[in-house]
Each structure stands twice: as structure tokens, then as C-alpha cells.
């Protein structure tokens, strides 16, 4: 589910994905994971769109799309933040260099 999700990311949200932290938002997996209540940053999805507030997200892409976000949220509490934040990190690079593939193999085959 995740990575259908983060295939439909636009290249700048991807670039945010890449550089800026994110972790979990919800007040349930934040005491489950030991982190502060207060979220300092956004979840997977509210650093992709660049919003703040949760509301803005399924108002953006919809309750469907952002069941992506209560998965990570899960998958964080099973594997721990910091490795869902490196295999998402690496799904979207492996992405790009699919993305970037196709189009050198359509210009050789055109």
C-alpha cells in the first residue's frame, strides 16, 4: 500500500520525502513509540503534500490515499522509525532510477 502511494508522489514531493524528517503523528503511536506527544515535524504524508495540519491532507488526496499514512504509522510501531524511513527513502530512489531507465531505454528504442 505504501508503495503505491509513494509511486504516485510528484518529484517535488518526493524531494521532500528525501530531505526532511518525518515520524509518526498520531498521538496513540507517538506514546506507543516513546516520542513526545507534541509532534515537531509531519507524518509521511504531511511532509510529501508540505502541509501542517493532518485535515489538509485528506482534504488533498482523499481518505483512500491517506490510508498509506495510518500504515506507516503501524509500521513504525513493528520495525521502528528510523528503517521505515530508510525503505521509504530507498522505494522512492528506486523510483527515480526506474523513472530514469524508461526514458533512456524509449530514446535508444525510438
Same mark, same amino acid.
Given at each position: ?6 509511486? =504516485?508522489? =510528484?518529484? $517535488? ?5 528525501? =530531505? ?19 509532534? =515537531? #515535524?509531519? #507524518?509521511?504524508? &504531511? ?12 482534504? $488533498?488526496?482523499?481518505? &483512500?490515499?491517506? $490510508? ?7 509500521? #513504525? ?12 527513502r530507498e522505494r522512492i530512489l528506486a523510483n527515480q532510477a526506474r523513472r530514469a531507465l524508461a526514458s533512456v531505454r524509449e530514446a535508444v528504442t525510438a
Amino acid at each position: 500500500m505504501i508503495g503505491l502511494y509513494l509511486a =504516485t508522489l =510528484t518529484p $517535488k514531493e518526493e524531494n521532500r520525502v528525501l =530531505t526532511k524528517h518525518f515520524e509518526p503523528n498520531q498521538t496513540e503511536q507517538r506514546l506507543r513509540l516513546g516520542l513526545p506527544i507534541d509532534a =515537531t #515535524c509531519g #507524518c509521511l504524508q &504531511m511532509t510529501a503534500l508540505g502541509v501542517e495540519y493532518w485535515s489538509l491532507v485528506e482534504e $488533498k488526496i482523499g481518505y &483512500m490515499r491517506a $490510508k498509506a499514512g495510518y500504515r506507516y504509522e503501524f509500521l #513504525c510501531e513493528r520495525f521502528g522509525i528510523a528503517r521505515m524511513n530508510r525503505v521509504i527513502r530507498e522505494r522512492i530512489l528506486a523510483n527515480q532510477a526506474r523513472r530514469a531507465l524508461a526514458s533512456v531505454r524509449e530514446a535508444v528504442t525510438a
